[in-house]
């Protein structure tokens, strides 16, 4: 008989069916386990923007000239973050923000099930960027001398306070496509390079562009925070009333 190869990657519909069974296996994942999970998505999240933060910040003469070479090497590295995620098989807030409701559309999970995730995912995120931030970044000093901690400072105060909040959320949106698409596609590979590099594309084009993730922000804006960034929620609030808004609705 001939040899028929088989297909590097999954059809559509296949993607989609995976999908759904992701979510059903998730809702029936004890919520310690899924917190626990979700802690561990927030810091390979957070070693992405570090990295991130570390390259664009040592790049201040780099920044002055071309700072659109800076944003987009900024982002080339900042996909290894997600990959860690996926390849690990932790719980990111924006990829169950995909398949969740998916499963709740064919009907596979109870209704409840999708708020009880997100709630719980996004507080062991948030745990997790938190604990990145504080212990493994400020603690550790890896990044508290100049030009480093002023581009901490600066990028927490520009994420926290410069757009409107409908620019907030079209940001939000922008990013989480792209989140989605990244997903989507490493669940369509069938192997480890090709989940690798269909999920750096789209994660690499979110981050040089400018889009908003939440969970990236629960790093870096918090990280801004204990270096000194005025970007305290009081005053924030009072100067700022957007600028708790964008900290929270990415």
Not at 52 to 71: C, D, F, T, W, Y
Not at 164 to 187: D, K, M, P, T, Y
Request: a positive charge; one cysteine or more.
């Amino acid at each position: 008989m001939p040899y028929t190869p088989t297909p590097s990657t999954l059809k559509p519909a296949e993607v989609a069916v995976a999908m759904v069974e992701a979510a059903v296996l998730k809702h029936k994942t004890r919520l310690d386990m899924i917190f626990f999970k979700a802690f561990l998505a927030g810091v390979m999240l957070s070693f992405g923007g570090l990295l991130s933060e570390v390259l664009q910040g040592g790049a201040a003469g780099l920044n002055a000239s071309n700072p659109g070479i800076v944003k987009v090497l900024g982002g080339f590295v900042f996909p290894v973050g997600l990959v860690m995620i996926v390849l690990q098989g932790q719980e990111l807030l924006t990829s169950n923000m995909m398949v969740f409701p998916m499963a709740l559309m064919k009907r596979a999970i109870p209704w409840w099930s999708l708020p009880l995730n997100w709630f719980v995912v996004t507080f062991g995120n948030l745990a997790g960027s938190l604990f990145f931030g504080a212990i493994l970044v400020k603690y550790s000093g890896v990044v508290s001398t100049a030009p480093y901690n002023e581009f901490v400072q600066a990028f927490a105060i520009k994420k926290a306070g410069e757009p409107e909040w409908h620019q907030i959320f079209l940001r939000g949106i922008g990013c989480n496509w792209l989140v989605s698409v990244a997903v989507w596609q490493a669940a369509g590979s069938r192997e480890t390079v090709s989940k690798i590099y269909a999920i750096w594309i789209p994660i690499w084009i979110f981050v040089a562009c400018g889009f908003d993730h939440v969970v990236a922000n629960m790093f870096s804006v918090p990280l801004g925070i204990m270096f000194h960034a005025d970007v305290r929620p009081p005053a924030a609030c009072t100067r700022h009333p957007r600028a708790w808004v964008r900290t929270h609705s990415n």
